[in-house]
């Protein structure tokens, strides 16, 4: 590789390279026949990356989001990034963003806007230019921030691991440099860089861990910092031993079906790591309920629930179901012809007469029943049940509330509000999938009956 570069031949200096290349190589990150897009914001960590890889050789782009956060300072930044781009001879690319406006739109904080937009475009990038990753300058200090941030979040053993060397495209080669090291390599190499003054607010969550809790923890041992980052490399290789575990887990506690799932409840022996499976299993499945509220839909009765972007995870008798949120309660199709097929939410019903032949002949399949109704009957309809809503079911005795029949029948609590019931008459003439009214049962020798037949537009 190229090292027409010289640097510095302070042993700190030589100690900074040399472990980030051994972290480059021990975690495949990339090689000298790789193309990088490269995190570039102007501050100290990214321009002392920047300078790194062009000193060893690599081949990148660099990118730079104008956030249009800290008016001119911003614009700052972006004429550091693009008179030291155009002084070393690499490649650049800018892109404004109207960060506020977006978090206004997305409904989530600047800072998770900004970091959206931020990597949304570098994949984008890395996609136009051909990259083979992403680069970016979190360093050990960042993991350590990172690591007291999940903590205050909640979010268990999978936070306290930290962040990866790769995570998909984005890799992080100075994972294992500290900021002291960075901050004496920005220095001995006279690195242009720009302070961001926002680092310096402590209404920032991370700002306050940085400026407030590491110090004082840095007071009781100088080496804090270093141990840390030895903690997490340890809970980084729990977590990796857990993850095979709830591999099995999810083999034997998770069902799909449909667009529904279902994961059992723990046994006491699972019960002090079932959160972080939960975690592991939403991350796979990207669901982003909030870990905090999990505990209590797990402590709580039967019913409780927590919905969050477009699902509804609820507690049923031994499991957690896990599904769309719909609402089909003032739904209401109207059938006056025959044959036909009526359009419910996410199922659909098709009608239609057929000839029975004898008794054998009737389906035993929940999913479609034969009823004794014909032209006469007409019109039938389709609702979702109502308090008060009953039937008399067939192979039972007296009067049954729907309410009661759906519970019976453990239909998960998350679909019984939207559960569709066909009405004759006005009266039940079907449960879907769990039972027809007595008063119009079939015996096999009528001339004609009519089939319903309900299925998932999913599995059609």
């Keep these: 590789m190229n090292r027409s570069v010289c640097l510095t031949p302070k042993d700190i200096i030589m100690e900074l390279r040399l472990k980030a290349l051994n972290y480059i190589y021990e975690h495949r990150l990339f090689d000298e026949k790789d193309h990088l897009i490269l995190g570039l914001s102007g501050g100290a960590d990214s321009m002392a990356l920047a300078h790194f890889l062009k000193a060893e050789g690599y081949s990148f782009t660099i990118a730079h989001c ?28 800018i892109k404004s963003f109207d960060t506020k406006a977006y978090s206004k739109r997305q409904k989530i904080s600047v800072e998770m806007a900004a970091r959206k937009l931020r990597y949304d475009w570098f994949e984008d990038l890395a996609k136009e230019l051909d990259a083979n990753a992403i680069a970016v300058a979190h360093h050990v200090n960042d993991q350590v921030e990172t690591f007291f941030l999940n903590i205050l ?23 294992q440099i500290t900021k002291p090291e960075i901050e004496e390599y920005v220095t001995q190499n006279k690195i242009p860089f720009r302070d961001d003054e926002t680092n310096l607010d402590t209404t920032f969550l991370r700002n306050a ?59 006491e022996k699972q019960s002090h790591i079932y959160l972080d499976f939960l975690n592991y299993l939403f991350t796979k499945e990207n669901f982003n309920f909030p870990m905090t509220e999990i505990q209590s839909i797990i402590d709580g009765q039967v019913g409780k629930y927590v919905k969050y972007k477009g699902y509804v995870l609820n507690k049923e008798r031994g499991y957690l179901s896990i599904s769309p949120i719909v609402d089909n309660t003032n739904l209401n199709v109207e059938i006056n012809e025959i044959p036909y097929v009526a359009e419910f939410g996410e199922y659909e019903f098709y009608f239609k007469y057929v000839k029975p032949q ?26 979702v049940w109502q308090s008060g809503d009953a039937m008399k079911p067939f192979g039972m005795t007296g009067t049954k ?39 119009y049962i079939v015996t096999g020798n009528e001339e004609q009956v009519l089939e319903i037949r309900v299925t998932y537009k999913e599995s059609k």
């Design 66 to 93: 104008n956030f249009q956060l800290r008016n001119e300072s911003s614009d700052l930044d972006q004429q550091l990034v693009e008179d030291w781009s155009r002084t070393n001879g690499v490649d650049f690319r």
């Design 358 to 383: 004898g008794k054998n002949s009737i389906p035993t399949i929940p999913d479609i029943v034969w009823l004794n109704l014909s032209e006469k009957d007409l019109p039938m309809s389709l609702r």
């Design 401 to 439: 509330k729907i309410k009661k029949m759906l519970t019976d029948s453990h239909v998960p609590s998350s679909q019984r509000k939207n559960y569709p019931v066909l009405f004759v008459n006005q009266k039940v003439a079907w449960l879907p999938g769990i039972r027809p009214g007595r008063d």
């Design 209 to 267: 861990i940085r400026h407030r809790v590491v110090p004082e923890l840095e007071k009781i041992n100088p080496s804090f910092i270093d141990i840390m980052n030895g903690n997490i490399k340890r809970i980084a290789g729990v977590w990796s031993f857990l993850e095979m575990h709830f591999i099995e887990m999810e083999r034997k506690m998770v069902k799909k079906s449909r667009d529904i799932i279902t994961i059992q409840l723990p046994n």
């Design 153 to 175: 979040r909640g979010s268990g053993i999978k936070g306290c691991k930290g962040m990866t060397p790769r995570n998909g495209n984005v890799v992080r080669p100075f994972l």
